[in-house]
């Protein structure tokens, strides 16, 4: 898309089809477990987190997730931590990927919410399927909230908000990049 400061209709559907063809191609990056060039669609100074969920009584949904940068998450994660995460599973040595889990990422529901000329901020829903050994199953299934930054004229991801449907989670680790 071009530096424009009101995009067009066309222009807005044409950049979604772009931002959609890009979430998919990381997806399939992921599930083909070729994680260097996954972290090549990163920025260096990428923010990865996932609060933690809770039951909160009717009225107090702004304490349902926990506070970015205050209360615990799941993940709070940068580039260099990212890149750890993916060596230690290369080393063959990963007690909880040896062997890999076989995992889908299904995306959905891309909606562009804020757009501007090098940085765009997508909404987009993903149901992530797990299953390693015999008797390993497991589904996440949620929204991320994203900010695109156009790098070098293409997308890199400089911040991914994972937001989960359950608040307790089953599986016996998250190695899973979402």
């Not at 609060?51 to 209360?71: A, C, F, I, K, S």
């Not at 497991?138 to 299934?141: A, L, M, Q």
């Not at 089953?170 to 680790?173: E, H, R, S």
């Given at each position: 898309m071009h530096a424009l400061t009101t995009p067009t209709e066309q222009d807005?559907?044409?950049?979604?089809?772009?931002?959609?063809d890009f979430l998919y191609r990381e997806a399939d990056l992921l599930d083909e477990r070729r994680f260097d060039e996954w972290l090549e669609l990163l920025t260096d100074d990428i923010?990865?987190?996932?609060?933690?969920?809770?039951?909160?009584?009717?009225?107090?949904?702004?304490?349902?997730?926990?506070?970015?940068?205050?209360?615990m998450s799941w993940f709070d994660e940068g580039k260099t931590t990212l890149t750890q995460r993916v060596l230690q599973m290369k080393t063959g040595s990963h007690w909880c990927e040896e062997p890999f889990s076989r995992i889908s990422h299904l995306i959905s529901n891309v909606r562009l919410l804020d757009v501007e000329p090098s940085e765009v901020r997508v909404s987009s829903r993903f149901i992530v399927h797990k299953n390693r050994l015999e008797d390993e199953d497991?589904?996440?299934?949620g929204r991320r909230i994203d900010t695109l930054r156009r790098v070098d004229a293409s997308w890199k991801i400089a911040r991914r908000e994972i937001l989960l449907d359950q608040n307790v989670l089953?599986?016996?680790?998250l190695t899973a990049f979402f």
């Open positions: 807005r559907l044409l950049l979604r089809l772009e931002i959609e923010r990865y987190w996932m609060p933690m969920r809770r039951n909160v009584p009717y009225g107090e949904q702004d304490r349902e997730y926990t506070v970015e940068r205050l209360d497991h589904v996440f299934i089953l599986a016996k680790n």
